[in-house]
């Protein structure tokens, strides 16, 4: 059953205490903990372990104040030496800073490793982010094309908060051509989907709401929620799907949904026409489309919204085309549409002109549904699950019938782990955790295939070393990549 978290430590189980530091109780920690207890090693440096990649997450935010040991050791079902152990380790590497009579608090080494550039170090195979390549020679005939059109934009000043009339009315003709009626008016444009979400969320949502979420679901969107003050009703997506009833019953007690039901990020999975059929949700609720252009077995899904009339939409060209032209949307009723757009000066003023008429331009030739290029996700998807099937006999990656990932589950709770050690041998991944709450998906990892073949190979090489060296002891030190 769906149950309220607040996933940071903040809120139900903290408080502001007199120095101004956020106190998390030993509650809040427990549920961050997650399987902790599972694996090899002394528990003290398991938990040390844990609590580091917490704060290198910024689940523990710096300056926060830790329960005391005997607290946190009788939460935790553990002893007070092995909580002690723990904190002491901390401290000697600079995680933790204690003070007499004085809760410890979290800060960060001095000798931190900084971010790596921009980029990242080169020989790195980088399976963090979850994105294609750019079409490079239709990228460039459509800015060709968007050029020629951009002078009829210079009599104008160029602030357009809902977008230009070109992108609106080819988002609209998308979903006409998909059979949902659409209007340009229901169309907002925005700065990705991302920017979307953020901006939804501003305007729907009051501190201490609960938002209804898919468990895996996409990390920006747990952040997008938490820094809303929301709290977040996570509904499980099993191995078989989505649960008309739980997300039926969550609905009831949420403000908002965010669901992402076309080859949803992390699993890939597609909602089956019978729960979409039959889903009905009392709350206002986002769809997700950001991958449905990604569709590897089978025709892509209908609209969403041609099942929820109330939906609000969100899309994007980040995955079927690039991510980097930043070109999102909202499809809504004009009413959310005008108070998204009030809200909008906020932050930002408006989308570049140049990337919309480009987008235009693929949306209107039908480029952004590119044949060529999900051939070439299958075949990567397919050469991933059977080098890991080779090299990681353990590991179960389920085929995902469209996007760009496999959700891959270990035996062993030791994604983070994993993740903290796998630069060192070559490979950045996204642990499980960070596209949940409370902990969870410490046995998952996500792995992208939008890399050729060959590094994908060599990705799964490094981390069977690197799964091995943490088999016999080692640990890493390397905090989370970012994510897309
Ligand atoms: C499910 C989902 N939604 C939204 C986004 C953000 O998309 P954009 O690049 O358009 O902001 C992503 C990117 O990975 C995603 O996977």
């Given at each position: 059953?769906?149950?309220?978290?607040?996933?940071?430590?903040?809120?139900?189980?903290?408080?502001?205490?007199?120095?101004?530091?956020?106190?998390?109780?030993?509650?809040?920690?427990?549920?961050?903990?997650?399987?902790?207890?599972?694996?090899?090693?002394?528990?003290?440096?398991?938990?040390?372990?844990?609590?580091?990649?917490?704060?290198?997450?910024?689940?523990?935010?710096?300056?926060?104040?830790?329960?005391?040991?005997?607290?946190?050791?009788?939460?935790?079902?553990?002893?007070?030496?092995?909580?002690?152990?723990?904190?002491?380790?901390?401290?000697?590497?600079?995680?933790?800073?204690?003070?007499?009579?004085?809760?410890?608090?979290?800060?960060?080494?001095?000798?931190?490793?900084?971010?790596?550039?921009?980029?990242?170090?080169?020989?790195?195979?980088?399976?963090?982010?979850?994105?294609?390549?750019?079409?490079?020679?239709?990228?460039?005939?459509?800015?060709?094309?968007?050029?020629?059109?951009?002078?009829?934009?210079?009599?104008?000043?160029?602030?357009?908060?809902?977008?230009?009339?070109?992108?609106?009315?080819?988002?609209?003709?998308?979903?006409?051509?998909?059979?949902?009626?659409?209007?340009?008016?229901?169309?907002?444009?925005?700065?990705?989907?991302?920017?979307?979400?953020?901006?939804?969320?501003?305007?729907?949502?009051?501190?201490?709401?609960?938002?209804?979420?898919?468990?895996?679901?996409?990390?920006?969107?747990?952040?997008?929620?938490?820094?809303?003050?929301?709290?977040?009703?996570?509904?499980?997506?099993?191995?078989?799907?989505?649960?008309?009833?739980?997300?039926?019953?969550?609905?009831?007690?949420?403000?908002?949904?965010?669901?992402?039901?076309?080859?949803?990020?992390?699993?890939?999975?597609?909602?089956?026409?019978?729960?979409?059929?039959?889903?009905?949700?009392?709350?206002?609720?986002?769809?997700?489309?950001?991958?449905?252009?990604?569709?590897?077995?089978?025709?892509?899904?209908?609209?969403?919204?041609?099942?929820?009339?109330?939906?609000?939409?969100?899309?994007?060209?980040?995955?079927?085309?690039?991510?980097?032209?930043?070109?999102?949307?909202?499809?809504?009723?004009?009413?959310?549409?005008?108070?998204?757009?009030?809200?909008?000066?906020?932050?930002?003023?408006?989308?570049?002109?140049?990337?919309?008429?480009?987008?235009?331009?693929?949306?209107?030739?039908?480029?952004?549904?590119?044949?060529?290029?999900?051939?070439?996700?299958?075949?990567?998807?397919?050469?991933?699950?059977?080098?890991?099937?080779?090299?990681?006999?353990?590991?179960?990656?389920?085929?995902?019938?469209?996007?760009?990932?496999?959700?891959?589950?270990?035996?062993?709770?030791?994604?983070?782990?994993?993740?903290?050690?796998?630069?060192?041998?070559?490979?950045?991944?996204?642990?499980?955790?960070?596209f949940g709450i409370g902990g969870a998906f410490e046995r998952h990892i996500r792995l992208p295939y939008t890399l050729p073949s060959s590094q994908l190979t060599e990705a799964v090489r490094r981390l069977t070393q690197a799964q091995l060296a943490l088999s016999q002891g080692a640990t890493g030190t390397h905090g989370p990549a970012p994510v897309a």
């Amino acid at each position: 059953m769906a149950q309220a978290l607040t996933p940071t430590g903040l809120g139900f189980h903290s408080q502001i205490d007199y120095a101004g530091s956020v106190k998390i109780s030993s509650y809040a920690v427990a549920r961050m903990m997650g399987t902790w207890q599972e694996g090899p090693g002394p528990a003290h440096q398991r938990l040390s372990d844990r609590l580091r990649l917490l704060i290198l997450d910024g689940r523990l935010s710096l300056g926060a104040a830790l329960p005391s040991e005997r607290d946190l050791a009788t939460v935790l079902g553990t002893s007070r030496t092995t909580v002690g152990a723990a904190y002491r380790t901390l401290v000697e590497h600079g995680y933790l800073a204690t003070r007499a009579r004085a809760r410890a608090t979290v800060r960060l080494p001095q000798d931190t490793p900084p971010e790596p550039p921009a980029g990242g170090d080169p020989m790195t195979i980088d399976l963090s982010f979850a994105a294609p390549p750019a079409p490079v020679e239709i990228l460039h005939a459509a800015f060709a094309a968007a050029l020629e059109r951009l002078p009829h934009h210079f009599e104008r000043h160029g602030y357009d908060r809902y977008g230009t009339a070109e992108l609106r009315e080819a988002v609209a003709d998308w979903y006409q051509r998909r059979g949902l009626p659409t209007a340009p008016d229901h169309i907002m444009i925005t700065n990705g989907a991302q920017h979307a979400l953020g901006l939804l969320a501003r305007t729907l949502l009051a501190p201490r709401d609960k938002v209804l979420i898919d468990h895996p679901t996409y990390p920006h969107a747990i952040r997008t929620f938490t820094d809303a003050h929301a709290r977040l009703l996570p509904v499980a997506v099993g191995a078989s799907g989505w649960d008309t009833a739980q997300l039926q019953a969550a609905g009831r007690d949420a403000q908002l949904a965010y669901l992402i039901p076309d080859f949803h990020n992390p699993t890939g999975m597609c909602m089956s026409a019978r729960v979409r059929h039959r889903l009905r949700l009392a709350c206002p609720t986002i769809i997700d489309e950001t991958m449905t252009e990604l569709a590897l077995d089978g025709a892509k899904p209908e609209p969403f919204a041609a099942h929820m009339p109330t939906a609000v939409s969100v899309g994007s060209v980040s995955k079927s085309v690039w991510g980097g032209l930043r070109i999102g949307w909202i499809r809504a009723l004009p009413s959310l549409l005008q108070r998204l757009e009030k809200a909008r000066p906020a932050t930002d003023l408006g989308t570049p002109v140049v990337e919309q008429l480009a987008t235009a331009v693929l949306l209107n030739r039908r480029q952004t549904e590119r044949p060529d290029t999900l051939r070439q996700l299958r075949s990567q998807r397919d050469a991933l699950r059977k080098t890991l099937a080779e090299h990681l006999p353990d590991v179960h990656a389920p085929q995902p019938a469209g996007g760009v990932t496999l959700w891959a589950t270990f035996r062993e709770p030791i994604s983070s782990r994993l993740a903290a050690i796998a630069p060192d041998y070559g490979v950045t991944i996204a642990a499980g955790p960070r596209f949940g709450i409370g902990g969870a998906f410490e046995r998952h990892i996500r792995l992208p295939y939008t890399l050729p073949s060959s590094q994908l190979t060599e990705a799964v090489r490094r981390l069977t070393q690197a799964q091995l060296a943490l088999s016999q002891g080692a640990t890493g030190t390397h905090g989370p990549a970012p994510v897309a």
